[in-house]
Each structure stands twice: as C-alpha cells, then as structure tokens.
C-alpha cells in the first residue's frame, strides 16, 4: 500500500505565492521521480515540473521562472513552491510519482496519483 497526499492548496491573489506539498508514504523501497501535474475542468491534465532522484528539475514553459520544484528524500516529500501566481494557474494540483515497491524486483516501477488539491489565483 502507498500513499499519496498533496497540500497547500488554497486561495490567493494574482503576485502571491503558494507551495504545495506532497507526501510519500508505505510500503517503498525508492522513490524515482516525482512530479506535478494540473487539470483544469474539460481539459487535458498537463504536467507542470518534475524532478528526478538525482535532482533534476524540468518546467512547463508556462512556469518556468515562477514555479520550482524541490523534494527531500529523507521525508519521501515533493514541494512546488509556486511565485508571481496568475489567474490562469488556477487548476488541480495533482502529484505523481513512481516508486519501486519494496520487496519487489529491481526493475518493478509504479506510478501513484495523488487526489489533488485546488489552487485558486483571484484577479
């Protein structure tokens, strides 16, 4: 069993900033890459940035300067700590990470999904 739950979500004006969390939890041997993805209401979910074991980082270009992702391995945590908020960033937040389950082979790769959390940038 793993978990997967995304926080910080929430109101803010246009300018601000906001950093979402998201924790990793259960039965994991390692966790690859994490990421972050957003789905507005009838449209695709799109990924936003992601971050690899080793570090590496890669951004949407729609937030590319704005947003930077970051994880601590020793909480098995992703952050998105997310600046100059526009309107058009209001969406879903969702997490997503793949993870070797432990007691599994050393090629066994799963991806989880977190259940979202709401952002809300107000003009």
């Known amino acids: 069993q793993v978990q997967v739950v995304e926080s910080g979500g929430g109101l803010v004006q246009a300018g601000g900033s906001m950093r979402l969390s998201c924790a990793t939890s259960g039965s994991i041997f390692s966790i690859n890459d994490m990421d972050w993805y957003r789905q507005a209401p009838g449209k695709q979910r799109e990924l936003v940035a992601s971050i690899t074991s080793r570090g590496s980082t890669n951004y949407a270009d729609s937030v590319k300067g704005r947003f930077t992702i970051s994880r601590d391995n020793a909480k098995n945590t992703v952050y998105l700590q997310m600046n100059s908020l526009k309107p058009e960033d209001t969406d879903v937040y969702y997490c997503?990470?793949?993870?070797?389950?432990?007691?599994?082979?050393?090629?066994?790769?799963?991806?989880?999904w977190g259940q979202g959390t709401q952002v809300t940038v107000s003009s």
């Open positions: 997503n990470v793949e993870i070797r389950p432990r007691g599994s082979g050393s090629t066994t790769r799963t991806r989880y």
